[in-house]
Nanobody, 116 residues
Framework: QVQLVESGGGLVQPGGSLRLSCAAS????????VGWYRQAPGKQRELVAI???????KYGDSVAGRFTISRDNAKKTVYLQMNSLKPEDTAVYYC??????????WGQGTQVTVSS
C-alpha cells in the first residue's frame, strides 16, 4: 500500500550540495521510522541516515557532519540535505520507511554522481 518515490538526484561537482526528496503515499507517515541508504557499484548497501518519529537521528560514519535527514509530516516527505559532496558519495540513494507493525518499504532509488 505504501509507495515511496525519490527525486533530486543528479550530477554535482565535488564540494557541491544536493537535496534529495522522498515522497510517500499511503500509510500514517508520521509514525514511520524513515531513512536513507546508498549503494555504489561493487559495494554493499550502507546506512546514510535514519530518522525516528521522536526526532532522534543516526548517521553513517562516512556522512556524519555533512548530511542531514529531515521530514515534513504534512507533506509526507523525507529529505536528505547533502553538503560537501565527495566522489566517494557517488551511489544510488534509496529511501526507506518502516511501520510500527514491522513492514519495510523501499523506493526505486535516485542516482547521485559526484564528479568534476
Amino acid at each position: 500500500q505504501v509507495q515511496l518515490v525519490e527525486s533530486g538526484g543528479g550530477l554535482v561537482q565535488p564540494g557541491g550540495s544536493l537535496r534529495l526528496s522522498c515522497a510517500a503515499s499511503g500509510g500514517i507517515f508520521s509514525v514511520y521510522v524513515v531513512g536513507w541508504y546508498r549503494q555504489a557499484p561493487g559495494k554493499q548497501r550502507e546506512l546514510v541516515a535514519i530518522l525516528y518519529p521522536s526526532g532522534s537521528t543516526k548517521y553513517g560514519d562516512s556522512v556524519a557532519g555533512r548530511f542531514t535527514i529531515s521530514r515534513d509530516n504534512a507533506k509526507k516527505t523525507v529529505y536528505l540535505q547533502m553538503n560537501s559532496l565527495k566522489p566517494e558519495d557517488t551511489a544510488v540513494y534509496y529511501c526507506d520507511a518502516n511501520s510500527p507493525y514491522g513492514n519495510d518499504y523501499w523506493g526505486q532509488g535516485t542516482q547521485v554522481t559526484v564528479s568534476s
